[in-house]
């Protein structure tokens, strides 16, 4: 059974950088998955930030594509997300997610993790 | 880039009842990418549909997706007290990743 468990920092200093991990369980970072980043502020909707290969390529939200780095560490088997310069606009559940192939261009995010919360606060 | 919009915003229900909601995308999408999940308080997502009208894994089959081009629905063809959760059509455009705003589906 595929689980994944996000964890970091529940707070960050406004101007800080947000730093957390995605540790994944019964599943390799190697396999032909991607691996993404999803966000939920208090309330609202979801906002999907980004994601990962394990062959290196990224792709990220625009709206936030000049403050977040995401990356796959293999050794650990875990992914990674790094947001800059966060502002309260950036308080949010913060939840990893697997993007899944099911067929021939069939993607969909099949596998979450149960979410890491982040205020930011001085 | 491509906007989806789920209507309506809440629907108020009664168990039993079938449920119809609906995310038009701003322009013609590949039905291959756009899917449906599921989100109740505190939890994460779960995937529903793929595919536009694949169920996923575990998935009761109250639940159905259909569309092409721009309208894509899912249906729970009966709804059960489980069901009452917030809905949210989802898609890829090869490298960006959308989600509606949801729908919230209440007791009536």
């Known amino acids: 059974q595929v689980q994944l468990q996000e964890s970091g920092p529940g707070l960050v200093r406004p101007s800080g950088t947000l730093s957390l991990t995605c540790a994944v369980f019964?599943?390799?970072?190697?396999?032909?998955?991607?691996w993404n980043w999803v966000r939920q502020p208090p309330g609202k909707g979801l906002e999907w930030i980004g994601e990962?290969?394990?062959?290196?390529?990224?792709n990220y939200n625009p709206s936030l594509k000049s403050r977040v780095t995401i990356s796959v560490d293999k050794s650990k088997n875990q992914l990674s997300l790094r947001l800059s310069s966060v502002t309260a606009a950036d308080m949010a559940v913060y939840f990893c997610a697997r993007d899944h192939q099911y067929g021939d261009s069939t993607w969909a995010f099949d596998i979450w993790g149960q979410g890491t919360m982040v205020t930011v606060s001085s | 880039e491509i906007v989806l919009t789920q209507s309506p915003g809440t629907l108020s229900l009664s168990p039993g009842e079938r449920v119809t909601l609906s995310c038009r995308a701003s322009?013609?999408?590949?039905?291959?990418?756009l899917a449906w999940y599921q989100q109740k308080p505190d939890q994460a997502p779960r995937l529903l549909i793929y595919g536009a009208s694949s169920r996923a894994t575990g998935i009761p089959d109250r639940f159905s997706g259909s569309g092409s081009g721009t309208d894509f629905t899912l249906t729970i063809s009966r709804l059960e007290p489980e069901d009452f959760a917030m809905y949210y059509c989802?898609?890829?455009?090869?490298?960006?990743?959308?989600f509606g705003q949801g729908t919230k589906v209440e007791f009536k």
């Open positions: 989802h898609h890829c455009d090869g490298s960006l990743w959308t």
């Open positions: 322009q013609s999408v590949a039905s291959t990418y």
């Open positions: 990962a290969h394990h062959g290196g390529k990224t």
């Open positions: 019964g599943d390799s970072i190697t396999s032909n998955n991607w």
